[in-house]
């Protein structure tokens, strides 16, 4: 159990990796975009974050320290409480059954030997978290073994963690649009355990899109092009299942938080990249309420 929980530590930023299905739209370059107009006194900005790079990636985008140097507020998709995580970490634990018991022995022997080249443990090491989970942390650990190299060139604290604790050293108020516990129950409880076990099956069958994909996913962010960036991850199978309880619903909800924010004080917003472009992206959903959305060059 206490291995379950160090496995679970990683998950709690990655969100944003498993959500790789929507439709492209016209955002263009650029990871930081000025929010102005709809009667905002100061401007707003978004910045497209990626969960597994770093602060010290931020030195490399000048235009993150000067836009949020400018805001007041700081918005993340989540704050981690620590003293929460074994709590958190519960959510992803099947009490009552296994994976192994809604999928074939064929199929578990394939998602066992995966386990095993991955991770260095078998299924039933496992057998009792939700499927959902185990596609999230080997989505997670297919990233960090494809772009290893690079994310070894930047070290320190994830992307969100840091703004976060820049803006409370800077005295900056913090705002999460959502709380880790809506976010674990998103990802673990939004299919039926059944569905997740063949989401699990498909999964590993196509590891090999899986893997590329987050090797593709990280090149393309690091061009800083949102558009190909979607237009990439609207090529991927859709086979697992309709995503936009992972992109689509949680922009529409974060849309009615955000306004009043903005017009509150100057708000510097970090969330997933992939939540920024696509016709239902925040982009394009700002533009749509009637608020001028430009890329900062």
């Known amino acids: 159990?206490?291995?379950?929980?160090?496995?679970?530590?990683?998950?709690?930023?990655?969100?944003?990796?498993?959500?790789?299905?929507?439709?492209?739209?016209?955002?263009?370059?650029?990871?930081?975009?000025?929010?102005?107009?709809?009667?905002?006194?100061?401007?707003?900005?978004?910045?497209?974050?990626?969960?597994?790079?770093?602060?010290?990636?931020?030195?490399?985008?000048?235009?993150?320290?000067?836009?949020?140097?400018?805001?007041?507020?700081?918005?993340?998709?989540?704050?981690?409480?620590?003293?929460?995580?074994?709590?958190?970490?519960?959510?992803?634990?099947?009490?009552?059954?296994?994976?192994?018991?809604?999928?074939?022995?064929?199929?578990?022997?394939?998602?066992?030997?995966?386990?095993?080249?991955?991770?260095g443990v078998n299924l039933a090491a496992v057998d009792q978290l939700k499927p959902s989970s185990v596609i999230v942390l080997m989505t997670v650990l297919y990233a960090q073994k494809l772009n290893a190299m690079i994310l070894k060139k930047y070290p320190g604290q994830p992307m969100d963690v840091h703004l976060a604790t820049v803006a409370k050293r800077d005295l900056k108020t913090v705002t999460p649009l959502e709380t880790i516990e809506q976010q674990m129950d998103l990802l673990y409880n939004h299919f039926p355990l059944e569905e997740q076990a063949r989401q699990l099956v498909i999964?590993?069958?196509?590891?090999?899109?899986?893997?590329?994909?987050?090797?593709?996913?990280?090149e393309i962010y690091l061009e800083h092009d949102l558009e190909k960036l979607y237009r990439y991850a609207d090529s991927l199978p859709k086979d697992m299942g309709n995503s936009d309880f992972l992109l689509k619903d949680r922009n529409e909800a974060w849309m009615k938080t955000l306004p009043g924010l903005m017009a509150k004080e100057s708000q510097f917003i970090a969330v997933g990249a992939l939540h920024l472009a696509g016709p239902d992206g925040l982009i394009s959903l700002l533009q749509k309420q009637g608020y001028t959305v430009t890329p900062v060059n």
């Open 1 to 119: 159990m206490r291995q379950l929980f160090r496995l679970f530590q990683i998950l709690l930023l990655t969100i944003g990796l498993v959500a790789s299905h929507t439709a492209p739209g016209q955002s263009g370059k650029g990871l930081v975009w000025k929010i102005t107009g709809k009667g905002l006194k100061e401007p707003s900005y978004l910045f497209g974050t990626y969960h597994l790079l770093t602060n010290s990636y931020l030195n490399e985008i000048s235009q993150v320290k000067q836009s949020l140097a400018k805001t007041k507020g700081v918005v993340v998709e989540a704050v981690i409480d620590s003293s929460k995580l074994q709590s958190m970490a519960m959510m992803a634990i099947m009490p009552d059954k296994k994976i192994s018991g809604m999928i074939s022995p064929e199929e578990a022997k394939l998602v066992s030997a995966e386990l095993e080249a991955l991770m």
């Open 203 to 218: 999964f590993v069958k196509q590891k090999e899109i899986s893997e590329q994909s987050q090797a593709k996913l990280l």
